[in-house]
């Protein structure tokens, strides 16, 4: 039988748990909570681990997002090192056991236990200097050999894949990424910012094989050696970075009875799960999203700005006053020298309108459906992102023959609201 608990539980010490037990108590909540991390680290920042900190421009401690001090001011009682590895809840609460065997017993439950990396599924990935980057921990093991590396080969042509890549590359290593698809970035931007993307590492100097495969990680004795792709070519490595995607850590919401997809645990727009009581947010759930316009449906993103907002609303949700979910998707990605930036959902866009200058580096593409403003993508076109989702926040849009004339601020172009498209 489920215990009666007081407090809140919170299992996930990561970005969606820290921005969860912040905005608790912003709304006021003074409800006790434990926060329960499995990493030994307090919940820290991911995006720099693929970028500035395996460069060595960040020291550990300004990852952190707060120090132990503030949980003890604010009522939290922070665990880290501990996994929740069962939970059974009833109507009035519910009992948590970690790894250690510590119970903790709860009134109100959350769940923000992110994602995993996918694993590459071949022989010979377990061989040293075959490294993916979730954690600070993998990134400490990395870094250092990204230093000293002569070759590296990168699996996976998706944003950290890709950020890592330019590091190494800026780190002087010859780089080769091997992507599986017929194009970068396959699933989070259009195939104009693929192509850009490609030929911009290429001219850094970086090679690109797109509908190519990894098959085998050869190694001299334990460590890898290189690469093998499905067309037999072997490629030669002293580090093979995998970063080929995520998967959803959903194994507590399935041993609650929750309904979980492959995509994630499903919530509704204030981040409730299916037994209505229980919330979720962050890189473990899917949901609705009024930006999915051009393929609606429930999606799952992966970003700081998603777990950070859907996490504001299951806080909202906890302290009694449920709010939805609908902040504009939005991203951004530095690789190396090229900083991209992306407001909306460009998936199933029937239009794309790019402005200013390709060749230097300088422009945006607007994605459109039936007329409808999806997204935009921007390099080194701060203005352009910020207007576009300005214009997607209000509900309003921008003509698309306009928006070429790159001579023309989008401010100035933002016209009323427009309908959704009918699909
Ligand atoms: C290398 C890297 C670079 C990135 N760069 C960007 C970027 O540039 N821009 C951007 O917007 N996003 C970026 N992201 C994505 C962003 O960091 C994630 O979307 C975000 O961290 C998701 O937050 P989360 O809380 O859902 O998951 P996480 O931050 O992964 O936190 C989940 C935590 O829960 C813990 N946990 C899981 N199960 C249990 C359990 N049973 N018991 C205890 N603890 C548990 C996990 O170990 C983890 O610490 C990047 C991610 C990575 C890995």
């Given at each position: 039988m489920a215990a009666q608990g007081s407090g809140i539980l919170v299992v996930g010490a990561g970005q969606a748990g820290i921005s969860l037990v912040t905005a608790l108590r912003e709304l006021g909540d003074p409800t006790p909570v434990v926060l329960v991390g499995d990493e030994p680290e307090p919940p820290y920042e991911r995006p720099p681990l693929s970028k500035s900190y395996l460069r060595g421009e960040h020291d550990r401690a300004s990852l952190v997002f707060r120090d132990r001090r503030w949980f003890a001011e604010h009522g939290v009682e922070l665990v880290t090192g501990d996994a929740v590895v069962d939970l059974d809840r009833g109507a009035s609460g519910g009992r948590a056991t970690t790894a250690s065997g510590r119970v903790i017993t709860f009134e109100r439950l959350a769940l923000t236990t992110g994602a995993t990396n996918r694993l590459l599924p071949v022989d010979g990935a377990a061989l040293d200097g075959v490294h993916a980057v979730r954690t600070l921990a993998d990134a400490d093991r990395l870094a250092p050999e990204l230093l000293r590396a002569r070759r590296v080969v990168v699996v996976g042509g998706g944003f950290i894949g890709l950020e890592i890549a330019a590091g190494a590359r800026a780190l002087g290593s010859e780089v080769t990424v091997v992507e599986a698809t017929d194009r970068l970035l396959a699933r989070a931007v259009t195939p104009t910012l693929s192509e850009f993307v490609r030929e911009a590492h290429e001219r850094r100097g970086t090679q690109i094989l797109l509908s190519a495969s990894a098959v085998r990680v050869h190694g001299d004795g334990s460590r890898a050696s290189g690469v093998e792709l499905a067309d037999g070519t072997t490629l030669s490595a002293d580090v093979v970075v995998v970063g080929i995607g995520v998967l959803p850590r959903?194994?507590?919401?399935?041993?609650?009875?929750?309904?979980?997809?492959?995509?994630?645990?499903?919530?509704?727009?204030q981040a409730r799960t299916s037994d209505g009581v229980t919330v979720a947010a962050g890189d473990c759930t899917v949901g609705p999203n009024p930006f999915t316009?051009?393929?609606?449906?429930?999606?799952?993103?992966?970003?700081?700005?998603?777990?950070?907002?859907?996490?504001?609303?299951?806080?909202?949700?906890?302290?009694?006053?449920?709010?939805?979910?609908?902040q504009v998707p939005w991203f951004w990605s530095d690789q190396g020298d090229l900083r991209l930036q992306m407001a909306g959902l460009p998936a199933g866009a029937d239009r794309v309108v790019v402005r200013g200058d390709v060749a230097a580096e300088r422009f945006s593409v607007l994605s459109y459906r039936e007329g409808v403003l999806l997204a935009v993508e921007s390099v080194d076109s701060s203005a352009d992102y910020v207007a576009v989702k300005r214009a997607l926040e209000k509900g309003m849009t921008i003509d698309a023959d306009a928006a070429t004339d790159a001579a023309v601020p989008l401010k100035r172009l933002i016209t009323g609201a427009h309908a959704a498209p009918s699909s």
């Open positions: 959903t194994e507590l919401a399935e041993r609650l009875g929750l309904l979980v997809e492959p995509q994630g645990i499903v919530v509704d727009a316009r051009g393929v609606p449906g429930p999606t799952r993103l992966e970003s700081v700005p998603h777990a950070t907002d859907q996490a504001r609303a299951a806080a909202a949700t906890l302290a009694g006053h449920p709010t939805a979910y609908d």
